[in-house]
């Protein structure tokens, strides 16, 4: 069949996007659903820091390539040997497929599927392969899923079944800035009711983070950002306590927190912000990144801290989730007023627009832009 989708070619484009164009709108030819595999007719697409670390090289991927992976849409069609879906569903796309059969995946831990990474950084389908493609070849998949499209084919691996009364634009979201936001709070941190929190990086994970840990009932909760009108939605959201990032910040969350937190979560990407998160933990508490710098990054340690304090230092991958545990939880937390995901969004887009939302989102004036195909 013919789709439409938003299609980088080349890295590295100059700003603004809005006249370079890295992401053009383009005609391809999708094959149907192989074994395993599932049709999906795409509702509604987030724009990400990870679209966007593509688009200017900070994350190299194989090209070229069509880009998205927070989405939400309707099953169309099914390939052979998938039993648990059906046409007419409502699913939330996940960008780690998992296969269920390597040792991460048996040891509960699918967000570290081993044959799952390995399709990512190919640009292929868990199931190996393309199924896109143009007059020239092939066009490589974003994360299993490519979801700035009008539809999809994605391993049946890469989808959460959802209620259908769930606005596909609000469960978009779901699938990456709640996802990653909220598991790093509540799975990789494991946050419990009373501690101290921070949050570095007020984006669509940030946010999200500073939501997971209102709600696992931290005694407060400061968030932590360059941006004025981020750190003025932080605190309608419910934060305690917000400080502006830059050269006092650390000493700023050390005295708002008797000298320190129990948890910091590092959501800005930036080597700069993870050595700031270690030095607003206090001894024995856990600093926690999820953000994404350029592959070379590297951060010093001190080791003699690290262990005389018994600092934790832990990375969080898709918020060390279980996708089909962890996204019923949390949109029920959503629909109980408890997670209010949906004062996330920024502002809707079509497909033609989205270089131009990648300019907003690059220039930090926006938290979470969602592509509308209804």
């Known amino acids: 069949m013919k789709i439409e989708a938003a299609v980088l070619r080349t890295r590295g484009a100059s700003l603004p996007y809005a006249e370079s164009r890295p992401l053009r709108i383009e005609t391809l030819d999708l094959d149907p659903p192989g074994k395993g595999e599932v049709l999906v007719r ?56 998992s296969c269920g059969h390597c040792l991460p995946c048996a040891e509960g831990r699918p967000a570290l599927c081993a044959p ?3 399709a990512n950084g190919a640009g292929t389908l868990l199931g190996d392969g393309v199924r896109m493609h143009d007059d020239d070849g092939s066009v490589h998949h974003h994360l299993g899923v490519s979801a700035f499209a009008s539809h999809a084919v994605v391993s049946r691996r890469s989808l959460v079944k959802v209620d259908p009364d769930l606005p596909l634009h609000e469960a978009a979201l779901f699938g990456c800035a709640v996802l990653t936001g909220v598991g790093a709070v509540v799975n990789t941190a494991g946050v419990k009711a009373g501690q101290t929190v921070a949050v570095i990086g007020l984006g669509g994970v940030g946010l999200a983070a500073v939501l ?13 950002d360059l941006a004025d009108d981020k750190l003025a939605l932080a605190t309608e959201l419910g934060a305690t306590a917000v400080v502006k990032a830059g050269a006092d910040a650390v000493a700023t969350v050390r005295a708002l927190t008797a000298g320190g937190c129990d948890v910091v979560l590092e959501m800005a990407g930036s080597v ?3 050595e700031s998160a270690v030095a607003m933990t206090r001894r024995g508490g856990t600093t926690v990144t999820a953000g994404l710098p350029p592959p070379d990054a590297a951060l010093a340690v001190n080791v003699v801290a690290l262990v005389a304090d018994e600092r934790t230092l832990k990375g969080s991958y898709i918020g060390t989730c279980v996708p089909t545990r962890d996204i019923p939880r949390y949109i029920a937390l959503y629909r ?14 079509t497909l033609a627009d989205i270089n131009a939302g990648f300019d907003e989102l690059h220039a930090g004036r926006a938290v979470r832009q969602v592509i509308r195909f209804d």
């Open 212 to 224: 997971g840990a209102i709600a696992a009932g931290a005694a407060q909760v400061v968030a932590v």
């Open 272 to 274: 700069r912000a993870l």
């Open 116 to 118: 799952g990474a390995a």
């Open 42 to 97: 795409i509702a509604a697409a987030g724009l990400c820091h990870s679209d966007l670390s593509v688009i200017n090289g900070d994350r190299p991927r194989p090209l070229p390539m069509a880009l998205g992976h927070e989405a939400a849409g309707v099953v169309e069609a099914l390939g052979a040997d998938v039993t648990d879906l059906a046409v007419g569903d409502h699913v939330v796309m996940i960008f780690m497929p």
């Open 336 to 349: 109980a007023g408890r997670l209010p995901v949906d004062r996330l969004v920024s502002g809707y887009l």
